[in-house]
């Protein structure tokens, strides 16, 4: 049986799922071309883009030199000129030689040209911790691009939902960052639709529906949350949220389970201060006060550098700094 259909039968990993999603999208479209760092012949560090430039060519999967800026430059001009671009950077700690073209360039053309000119490209980026990779690829810097006023970012934690954002944020008109939690490429599998299908940007999704407290979280750290849930008495009831889009934010979800619970406790890989939960956690207090049983938690990285391979596992939010902070919530 063809190594196709026997990854059919069994559903696909994340890696998969992306890698259909570019296939699919630019069989359909002829404008999208795939750029970056060994995207081509090698398929990416993650193999994310195997297989596409034998599909497609040369001209339309280009391997490009180790230049972030000329990367996203040589992209932002494409989609100025009609193209749908998809630049791919390594890891997320190489976005810093690409901010400027990104968050000066990119995402200001809309407002510079009074909407004459948008700048249709979806930048791929594998994100987080919890692979043992060294200094600046294993950040969670989410923040800061939602910080960044024209940008849209994305953060799938399944399968299903990456194919589903993927082909979203490669119609959208305007740039769109989209994170790919690493430590979940390749963690298991799910069924995904061979079809097209798309889920909206800026829908978060209700993982589990509850009634004594609400988690909010994206990412891999969906799957920490969901085993910290599993070490809960019976007769606690936790409300789940997968965010998936981290900007535009899905207020209406957030605010509505929260009034509902009375509780919250975010969930986030990035250092605490200043990190995405706090922005969270200021909707709630504005939206929720009167709902509210107990203060907002933040389980979240330390505000220290991602350390190295004998501790990055300490400074992630695991299952039990969880499910320690849920207890002490609901006790309040």
Not at 109 to 135: N, W
Not at 271 to 283: D, Q, V, W
Request: proline letters at 7%; aromatic letters at 6%; one cysteine or more.
């Amino acid at each position: 049986m063809p190594r196709t259909d026997v990854m059919k039968q069994k559903g696909l990993t994340l890696v998969d799922a992306i890698n259909e999603g570019l296939e699919q999208e630019m069989s359909r479209d002829s404008r999208i071309v795939i750029l970056g760092e060994d995207v081509g012949h090698n398929g990416g560090v993650f193999r994310v883009t195997e297989g596409l430039q034998k599909i497609f060519g040369k001209d339309r999967v280009i391997d490009t030199p180790l230049a972030e800026s000329g990367i996203m430059g040589t992209a932002i001009g494409l989609a100025m000129a009609g193209m749908r671009p998809i630049p791919e950077i390594q890891f997320e700690g190489f976005l810093g030689p690409a901010f400027d073209q990104l968050t000066n360039h990119a995402a200001r053309y809309r407002s510079r040209t009074r909407g004459a000119v948008t700048v249709p490209l979806t930048v791929r980026v594998p994100v987080g911790g919890g692979i043992h990779a060294p200094e600046l690829h294993s950040d969670s810097p989410e923040a800061i691009y939602a910080h960044t006023p024209g940008l849209k970012v994305v953060m799938p934690s399944t399968p299903y939902d990456a194919k589903g954002l993927l082909l979203s944020a490669i119609r959208d008109p305007d740039p769109v960052v989209f994170f790919e939690p690493k430590r979940v490429y390749r963690s298991f599998r799910e069924e995904v639709p061979e079809g097209d299908y798309t889920i909206p940007i800026g829908q978060a999704k209700v993982v589990s529906e509850g009634t004594d407290l609400t988690i909010v979280t994206w990412g891999a750290s969906v799957f920490e949350c969901l085993a910290a849930i599993d070490k809960m008495p019976e007769d606690v009831s936790i409300e789940l949220i997968d965010l998936r889009t981290i900007y535009p934010i899905d207020t209406d979800t957030i605010i509505q389970s929260v009034q509902k619970t009375g509780r919250c406790v975010i969930v986030h890989e990035a250092p605490k201060t200043c990190g995405f939960g706090a922005e969270l956690s200021a909707i709630i207090q504005e939206h929720c006060f009167l709902h509210l049983k107990a203060p907002v938690q933040r389980v979240a990285g330390f505000d220290t550098v991602m350390p190295y391979y004998k501790l990055e596992l300490e400074y992630l939010p695991d299952s039990k700094r969880i499910s320690e902070s849920v207890t002490q919530t609901l006790a309040y």
